[in-house]
């Protein structure tokens, strides 16, 4: 699988866009992006995936870059609810059934 | 609905002693997953089974770590012979198929491992 880098940590006020980047410059073209969250002493959460076109769905927004080797996932309106930890994660949409985490971005959402 | 739950939520244990960690998945899915994760670190994936068989083993630390899955639905991870590195907590997930077309993950809460 593809590596990918986030920055360790960030903050964002609360009812503001959480805009979180990776970079995913190895990517292969059969290699889908994805992001999951977890939240304080609870198991990994599937938020949105995307091949290289934009993804919205009730929790976020996927941009990919054209080149498609980085991402950015969008919260529109953060809650307190959203500080958890956003692992990126790159992998083909079928076999390699396995999910390869990085250590994520750890997102504080400020009152 | 119900979603997957792990048991026993917390577990303490002596070096050298056998635990075994139990997985229910979704009602339906047939495909589970294990992982564990170290303090600090996202999970590592362990192994996963499609249906009955073990798909992908390769997480598998050692040979002092198996899982189970004998009726396609329950699991268990078992650990021989512990060791204090093998402290961390233990996610298993579930999902309703694995070939073809992704399918997310759906993570339990996961059982916190401690070896004194």
């Known amino acids: 699988d593809a590596k990918t880098t986030q920055p360790t940590s960030m903050d964002c006020a609360e009812g503001r866009a959480a805009n979180l980047p990776c970079n995913h410059s190895?990517?292969?073209?059969?290699?889908?992006v994805y992001w999951y969250r977890q939240i304080h002493s609870q198991g990994p959460q599937y938020i949105i995936h995307?091949?290289?076109n934009n993804e919205t769905n009730e929790m976020a927004s996927l941009i990919i870059t054209e080149d498609r080797k980085s991402s950015t996932l969008i919260l529109p309106h953060a809650t307190l609810r959203d500080t958890a930890v956003y692992y990126c994660?790159?992998?083909?949409?079928?076999?390699?059934?396995?999910?390869?985490f990085g250590t994520g971005t750890r997102l504080t959402i400020i009152p | 609905g119900a979603g997957v739950s792990q048991t026993p939520s917390n577990k303490v244990t002596e070096k050298g002693k056998y635990v075994e960690l139990r997985c229910d998945p979704i009602?339906?899915?047939?495909?589970l997953y294990w992982y564990r994760q170290s303090l600090g670190q996202g999970p590592e994936f362990l192994i996963y089974?499609?249906?009955?068989?073990?798909?992908?083993d390769s997480g598998l630390p050692n040979d002092r770590f198996f899982a189970v899955r004998p009726e396609g639905s329950v699991s268990t991870l078992k650990i021989q012979r512990t060791e204090r590195g093998d402290s961390a907590v233990y996610l298993c997930?579930?999902?309703?198929?694995?070939?073809?077309?992704?399918?997310?993950?759906?993570f339990g809460p996961g059982t916190r491992l401690t070896v004194l």
């Open positions: 994660i790159v992998r083909p949409n079928f076999g390699n059934e396995k999910l390869t």
């Open positions: 190895t990517i292969s073209g059969n290699e889908y």
């Open positions: 995307g091949l290289k």
């Open positions: 997930a579930s999902s309703l198929k694995a070939a073809g077309s992704y399918n997310e993950q759906f």
């Open positions: 009602s339906g899915h047939t495909a």
């Open positions: 089974f499609q249906g009955t068989g073990a798909a992908d």
